[in-house]
C-alpha cells in the first residue's frame, strides 16, 4: 500500500475524471508503490472490490490512460506468472514519479545516499579521548 500515492489520487480535482474512474484510481493507488508505479490488480478484483461489472473497471482503466493519470507499466513484474494470466502493470503518474524521472533523465542523483544514516562506521571527527 503506498499513502504517498493515495494522498496524490485525494489531492486530485473531483471533475478530472469519472466516478467509476476517480474509484479505480484508487484502487491502483492501493497497490502501487511510493512514487506511484507497479500497480497491477487484475480487473475482478477491482471489480469484485468495487462492486460494479468488469466492463466498468476496464472502461475507466481506458478512460485514465487516456488522460494520462495513468500508463502502462513495467511487465516483468509480473514475469512470474502463466503468459495467459499475467494482469496488466500500471504506474500512476503522481507528482513524485514524473520528477523522479526528469531528474533520472538529467543524470542528477541524490545528495545523501538512501543507506546513509550518519557516522556510524568510523570515527571522524570530535574525539574524546585526551593527549
Request: glycine content about 6%.
Amino acid at each position: 500500500m503506498s499513502l504517498e500515492a493515495l494522498l496524490w489520487v485525494v489531492d486530485l480535482p473531483m471533475n478530472v475524471c469519472s466516478s467509476s474512474a476517480f474509484r479505480v484510481l484508487g484502487k491502483l493507488a492501493d497497490r502501487a508503490d511510493k512514487l506511484g508505479r507497479g500497480a497491477y490488480p487484475k480487473v475482478a478484483t477491482i471489480a469484485a472490490q468495487l462492486d460494479c461489472s468488469h466492463r466498468t473497471v476496464q472502461r475507466a482503466i481506458r478512460e485514465l490512460l487516456d488522460l494520462g493519470l495513468i500508463r502502462e507499466g513495467d511487465p516483468s513484474l509480473v514475469q512470474r506468472a502463466r503468459a495467459d494470466h499475467r494482469p496488466n502493470v500500471y504506474d500512476l503518474m503522481t507528482s513524485a514519479l514524473v520528477l523522479h524521472e526528469h531528474l533520472a533523465s538529467r543524470g542528477d542523483t541524490s545528495v545523501t545516499p538512501p543507506d546513509s544514516r550518519g557516522d556510524s562506521c568510523c570515527r571522524n571527527g570530535v574525539t574524546v579521548a585526551v593527549a
